[in-house]
């Protein structure tokens, strides 16, 4: 356990006591550790928030960007350099609110990237507001008469948009969020891991108890590779589902799409040879 | 004919061609810049167009000339009016002499003395008006007497694709057209003496925003993200088409924010990445700009100026966004702002913009405008031998510190997966890791380590470019893309007195700034913008206000005419200083 490679030992952490977001450091360390990702290989891309914190607390290469942002740059490590594994960690309010647009997008594009998202239905960097998954009549400074919107289900969305893989955990079971982020990290594409988890400060009422309550793990039965069911499922709010909703390993993954990788696998800083014979070739077609 | 238009040209030909967008305007000038150059003439195509697909009036001007020449002139030569519009479009440009070709059925009565060729007419005649274009060409191939071998084998090239019978009905259209230039050549309509130079048949032909795009693959380029905008979209389209052939990922992002937030991603990784852009675009980028002045981020940026405001004037020209590029972004942070003169120019700094960003850290712009990116003409080959795609990447050891303090600044730049080190970056403050901190003594290292980096570049900029004596008087002072037509004026104007001194980096300001200035008795400040942003950029680094200023906005770049115009009314003796407002 404490020979974890990804450890960094005794650090000074941000994240509140009984914050959710240990267990998410914990799970994510020992995921690695037991995949024998090649350490130095492994790019986490944040975004901002307390999730966004995660990858500063354990030994990883990691671009922690802009607010929203975590996705785009992503997208383009990964497509600079197929040889790295790339892991997003974020909050919902910068995956789903302030990076919407991203999220929706690099479904649809399927880069072969995992995209942690801690969600936790609130706003906690900032200290309590509602975030895009808050509950209807969630109350908060800011929205004085309780959240009237309905809340974002990021798992229906991408699986409406034929995300190819889409799953949901929870912090509070360990050993099976663990596994459901190793499938993640392992599958080729675009993967969505919606990570409940407890804001022990500004949430008080989606609790560990609250979570305990209100999920249930896909029965083992269940198969991801029905889009219909699965949607079906993502569709449940009285008990939320836990487990992998849906896996298209169909869906072909961004780089593999990519004419710079057609003919060469190399990551683009390696190819450095000269490109001046071939642009007097096109300037010659100008001629 | 009428005798007021027959007229003697002498070897700079300005021919116009306008009409409704969608009625082969721009394939007349694909056909007939590309034609002509094959003939030994020297070429240069500016468009003016409105933002829509269908409709309007748009107009290119195509100037035939003995030398080359690069600018825009007011004075049309020959127009070519498509429809009724064309005239009262451009009404203010047409004069007794300018000559007039058109399909009178079609023009009605203009008002003005039109030489009636029935494009269509003979274009049906060989098969369909289709070829009306064909027979447009083929006429100005026959007022300049160009062999018509020459149109007959480029038509064979330039509709290799299409079948034999397209290529041959082409190829008669042409012939016809040709035989009427010929004739109204003979009949002394029009008397034209513009040399023909054997080499120009091997240049390249092509526009700002191609040759900005090979500058950039020069340059090393094989990373872009962009949204598509006017007039930026022609850079991402030339990368796109290229993309295999160079290796560069071209991709179009789902805004500007997800563009340069790739960008700046790709270059964490290790590629070598630009956005392309117009002000508004940028607008959206400002906030990932710091993000790369935090985390000292290479990034090359090009953006294309177009009149604004907001939307303003989709499709036209302006140089209102120099300040925008040097103000955006929160928070102190060093950048570079190239701005080219013309096309060579945007070919060698994009190129060079790739090695500076590389070797700073630093965003680099290419502050280029919608006059640049549509401008076409011919230029010689680049000699790409003396360009060096200069790579500053280090192989990380265990210990590797991102943001290790250094003399210069500048911290060896390590990639993730190459080396055992760790590469972090953070948007937040950070210690020499990469490590979130909020430890004062570090900020004040870490605001000075990225600061003091001006430092290195303050010795690699681009000195400004003094075209004219060097004793001079009086001195014309300019930016990015009026290049061109300030030397054509001056040229015309032909004063050993007065100078010009232009600037195709604008940020940092040269040193010797001050010095060129304050040599001169009188400074002229001439700008594509309303408030003289360049001069409150000397007015602040070289401590000079200029007084005497040409700015024109209306959405059209400078004209020879009107710089001529402008700098001899501000070069009277006991002229008082002014500011001179141009266009219509």
């Given amino acids: 356990m404490n020979a974890n490679p990804y450890d960094m030992g005794k650090i000074d952490i941000a994240w509140c006591p009984g914050c959710g977001n240990f267990s998410i450091l914990t799970i994510i360390k020992q995921a690695l550790a037991e995949l024998n990702i090649d350490q130095e290989k492994l790019v986490v891309a944040s975004g901002i928030g307390q999730a966004a914190k995660t990858p500063q607390y354990f030994k990883c290469s990691y671009f922690n960007g802009l607010h929203g942002r975590a996705i785009p740059p992503a997208t383009a490590i990964k497509a600079s350099n197929p040889e790295l594994t790339v892991i997003v960690h974020s909050g919902d309010g910068d995956v789903y609110g302030e990076g919407g647009n991203h999220f929706i997008h690099a479904v649809r594009r399927n880069p072969d990237i995992?995209?942690?998202?801690?969600?936790?239905?609130?706003?906690?960097?900032?200290?309590?507001?509602?975030?895009?998954?808050?509950?209807?009549?969630?109350?908060?400074?800011?929205q004085v008469n309780g959240v009237f919107e309905e809340p974002f289900n990021p798992v229906a969305v991408a699986i409406a948009m034929d995300a190819s893989f889409v799953s949901r955990g929870f912090v509070g079971y360990i050993k099976e969020t663990k596994e459901l982020v190793k499938k993640a990290i392992a599958h080729k594409g675009f993967a969505l891991v919606d990570l409940f988890q407890p804001c022990v400060t500004f949430n008080k009422l989606n609790t560990y108890q609250w979570f305990r309550e209100h999920t249930y793990f896909l029965e083992d039965s269940y198969r991801p590779d029905n889009r219909i069911e699965a949607f079906k499922r993502s569709l449940e709010t009285e008990k939320l589902p836990l487990g992998i909703f849906y896996i298209n390993d169909k869906k072909p993954v961004f780089n593999d799409n990519l004419d710079i990788y057609k003919q060469d696998k190399r990551p683009l800083f390696e190819r450095t040879e000269d490109r001046n014979g071939k642009l007097l070739e096109v300037m010659s077609l100008m001629k | 004919m009428n005798e007021t238009i027959a007229r003697e040209l002498k070897d700079d030909v300005s021919i116009v061609l306008c009409g409704e967008a969608g009625q082969g305007i721009q394939t007349v000038e694909r056909l007939l810049t590309r034609v002509m150059k094959?003939?030994?003439?020297?070429?240069?195509?500016?468009?003016?167009?409105?933002?829509?697909?269908?409709?309007?009036?748009?107009?290119?001007?195509?100037?035939?000339?003995?030398?080359?020449?690069?600018?825009?002139?007011?004075r049309i030569d020959i127009l070519i009016p498509l429809d009724k519009d064309a005239i009262t479009h451009l009404a203010c440009r047409i004069s007794e002499k300018t000559l007039i070709i058109g399909e009178k059925e079609k023009l009605g009565d203009t008002g003005c003395p039109v030489i009636d060729v029935p494009f269509t007419k003979i274009a049906a005649s060989v098969g369909g008006i289709i070829y009306a274009n064909t027979v447009a060409v083929g006429m100005i191939m026959g007022l300049f007497r160009i062999e018509l071998d020459i149109l007959n084998e480029f038509l064979g090239r330039f509709f290799h694709a299409k079948s034999a019978d397209v290529i041959q009905k082409n190829k008669e259209a042409g012939a016809k057209g040709y035989e009427i230039g010929v004739n109204l050549s003979r009949q002394g309509k029009i008397d034209i003496s513009v040399q023909r130079h054997p080499g120009v048949k091997d240049e390249v032909l092509a526009n700002g925003a191609e040759f900005l795009s090979m500058g950039a693959v020069a340059g090393g380029c094989n990373f872009i993200a962009a949204y598509p905008m006017t007039p930026s979209t022609g850079i991402l389209t030339f990368m796109s088409q290229h993309s295999a052939d160079f290796g560069i990922f071209a991709e179009q992002a789902e805004d500007e924010i997800s563009a340069i937030n790739m960008v700046i991603g790709a270059w964490y990784a290790g590629a070598r990445g630009m956005v392309a852009t117009a002000g508004g675009g940028y607008a959206l980028m400002v906030e990932a700009v710091s993000l790369a002045g935090m985390i000292e981020s290479p990034i090359v940026i090009s953006v294309g100026q177009r009149p604004a405001p907001a939307t303003g004037l989709p499709t036209r020209t302006e140089q209102g966004d120099l300040e925008h590029?040097?103000?955006?972004?929160?928070?102190?942070?060093?950048?570079?702002?190239?701005?080219?003169?013309?096309?060579?120019?945007?070919?060698?700094?994009?190129?060079?913009?790739?090695?500076?960003?590389?070797?700073f850290q630093v965003p680099v712009y290419i502050l280029n405008d919608q006059f640049l990116a549509d401008m076409y003409y011919n230029m010689p080959e680049p000699d790409l031998s003396k360009l060096k795609v200069e790579r500053y990447i280090v192989k990380t050891g265990k210990d590797y510190e991102r943001f290790g303090f250094t003399e210069s600044g500048i911290s060896p730049r390590g990639i993730p997966g190459y080396g055992e080190g760790f590469v972090d970056v953070d948007s937040d403050e950070h210690d020499e890791n990469g490590h979130i901190t909020e430890d004062f003594d570090v900020r004040k290292k870490m605001v000075e380590k990225r600061l003091k980096k001006m430092g290195s570049i303050m010795k690699e900029i681009v000195p400004p470019e003094l075209y004219g004596n060097e004793n001079y008087q009086s001195l014309v002072v300019g930016w990015g893309t009026n290049y061109s037509v300030v030397k054509e004026a001056l040229e015309y104007m032909g004063r050993d007195d007065v100078s010009f001194l232009h600037f195709s980096q604008v940020y940092p300001l040269h040193p010797d700034t001050a010095g060129y200035l304050t040599r001169a008795k009188n400074l002229i400040l001439i700008e594509n913008n309303a408030t003289a942003q360049f001069g409150k950029l000397i007015k602040l680094y070289a401590g000079i206000d200029i007084q005497n200023k040409i700015l024109k906005y209306n959405g059209l770049p400078f004209t020879v005419e009107e710089v001529v115009y402008y700098l001899n009314e501000l070069l009277q003796p006991h002229a008082e200083p002014a500011v001179a407002r141009a266009g219509v």
């Fill in chain 2, 325 to 359: 590029v040097l103000y955006s972004g929160h928070g102190e942070f060093p950048r570079l702002i190239l701005a080219p003169g013309d096309i060579e120019s945007a070919f060698l700094l994009t190129q060079k913009a790739f090695n500076l960003a590389d070797k």
């Fill in chain 1, 114 to 142: 995992t995209v942690i998202v801690h969600d936790n239905m609130v706003y906690g960097l900032t200290k309590g507001q509602a975030s895009p998954t808050s509950d209807e009549g969630f109350k908060t400074p800011v």
């Fill in chain 2, 38 to 74: 094959q003939a030994g003439f020297n070429v240069f195509s500016t468009k003016e167009y409105m933002s829509r697909v269908r409709g309007g009036s748009n107009s290119t001007e195509i100037r035939i000339s003995s030398k080359r020449r690069t600018a825009f002139v007011n």
